[in-house]
Structure formats: C-alpha cells, structure tokens
C-alpha cells in the first residue's frame, strides 16, 4: 500500500484545515488507518485512527473534540478533519495503515508510511 497525503498549509489560529491521505491499491479495506504529526525535535504523536469499516475511532486527548477521522473505502481515501487549530498544532502530518487495530496508538503498529504533509498554524 502506498499512502499519499495532500491538504496541508498555512491557516490562522482558530482556523480549519482537511487533510486527506490516498492509497493505493485494492486492499485499503483491510486496514485500520490513523493519522500522526511530528514537531520539530518532539517524537512521533499519534492523533486518531479508524477501523477498517469505519465504524469505530480512536483519538488522542490532546486533539478530541478538535480533531476527527473518517474514510470512504470506495475512493480508498482517509481524512483528518482539524477544526480549532492552535499554533502547538503545527507539525508534519503522516497518515498510516494498520493491519490490527490492537496497538493503534503506537508508531509500531502501522507498516505503511505516507511522506507528511506540512501544517504550519500561525497565532
């Protein structure tokens, strides 16, 4: 599976940004996919995940009730809605896929790697 993620750019605190991340190939059902961020000299931070139907989701605390995940199958396509944006928001975003859902929150768990698109939230 490859993963392509699109939608980053520069928004003003309080803004709104949607970020998408399209896969390849036929198989995008079969995993669970989430989406993490990484600042400049911080770790990997996971954000949300969603199963492979989309029926369940998973966030982190510092971005719930900001931040949702969603999917369509049919376009093999994940996004990351980002609503209240502050400037500790801004950070590469990476989407990711999964085949369990069991260790979701962990970097370890996912296998497929998008190459990160920029979120750069201005105070």
């Known amino acids: 599976v490859q993963l392509q993620a699109s939608g980053g750019g520069l928004v003003q605190a309080g803004g709104s940004l949607r970020l998408s991340c399209a896969a390849s190939?036929?198989?995008?059902?079969?995993?669970?996919m989430g989406w993490f961020r990484q600042a400049p000299g911080k770790e990997r931070e996971f954000l949300v995940a969603?199963?492979?139907?989309?029926?369940?989701?998973w966030s982190a605390d510092s971005v719930k009730g900001r931040f949702t995940i969603s999917r369509e199958n049919a376009k093999n396509t994940v996004y990351l809605q980002m609503n209240s944006l502050k400037p500790e928001d801004t950070a590469v975003y990476s989407c990711?896929?999964?085949?369990?859902?069991?260790?979701?929150?962990?970097?370890?768990?996912?296998?497929?790697w998008g190459q990160g698109t920029q979120v750069t939230v201005s105070s």
């Open positions: 969603i199963s492979r139907s989309g029926g369940s989701t």
């Open positions: 190939g036929r198989t995008f059902s079969s995993y669970h």
């Open positions: 990711a896929a999964a085949p369990s859902g069991a260790f979701y929150r962990s970097v370890s768990g996912y296998i497929y």
